[in-house]
């Protein structure tokens, strides 16, 4: 077993109460960190600079997981064995797996996501839950999406469940947080991309706009919020107000399904002939 400094008896201890109390949002914006659990959040974290400050880990995880420790301590973190009450007292799941990461906040600011000039980015307009923010954000990771823009009417990109729904993509792509939606598609159009509200009432069907071959450039998808969609002001924001089409008897598709449809097609059409991404890029 690894040596990790003395054990956290007491869930009582100052360093647990401070973990502890990451839960609110208003200590995480004040303390600028949020917390990360398990096993893949943490190993991602600590992969990233010098993200991760802190990490508790029980004596059983810490044995099974040696590989993690040994790139927490590498990348600067300060390492507690803790007891299982104690992983519990700060984990905010049901049933805790043992490790529990302290990390430095990594929103990227939305000057610099444009002045890459992204070719695919996800926009999350209205956005409450937190699970489906974290969601979508995994999607726009696996369909090779560059940024993930948080606008200010959107739930916190630090909350735990949005970071364990993320699966530890939050460490591997930028998301701006707190941008005015206007901003957001005012400044992604200054750029030269292509903004297309998702919304199950938009009059342009994602299949005929694949058939037009119209989607193989640089493309910026905003997502509504999970029970309304989006205004309307919002969709007239955008160059196009496109519907994923439903060919079975569903009424409609949930947030994360849509956003997952919507990206995966702009990923293709893209790396497609005349797309703006050559077939060779990874």
Known sequence: MPSAGPELISPRSPRVSAARRLAKRNVRGKERLFLAEGPQAVREAA????????????????????????????????????????IADIST???????????????????????????????????????????????????????????????????PKAVRASVGSLFHLPVAVGVPVEEAVEGLKGVGVRVLAADGAGDRDLDDELDKESMGGPTAWVFGNE???????????????????????????????????CLYASARAQRASGGCRSVTES
């Open 93 to 159: 799941t049901v049933t805790p797996q043992g490790l529990v990461g302290i990390c430095r906040f990594l929103d990227t600011p939305f000057d610099e996501i444009l002045n890459a000039r992204p070719k695919l980015v996800a926009v999350l307009a209205h956005v409450r839950d937190p699970g489906n923010a974290g969601t979508v954000l995994r999607c726009a990771d696996a369909a090779g999406a560059e940024a993930v823009v948080l606008t200010d009417a959107s739930v916190d990109l630090y909350n």
């Open 227 to 261: 029970a309304w969609g989006l205004p309307e002001e919002t969709r007239a924001l955008a160059d196009a107000v496109v519907r994923v089409p439903i060919h079975g008897k569903a009424e409609s598709l949930n947030l994360a399904t849509a956003a997952a449809v």
């Open 47 to 86: 992969g990233y600079g010098s993200t991760l400050v802190e990490l508790f880990t029980t004596v059983d995880s810490a044995e099974r997981y040696a590989d993690i420790i040994g790139e927490a301590r590498d990348a600067g973190a300060r390492v507690h064995l803790a007891a299982e009450q104690v």
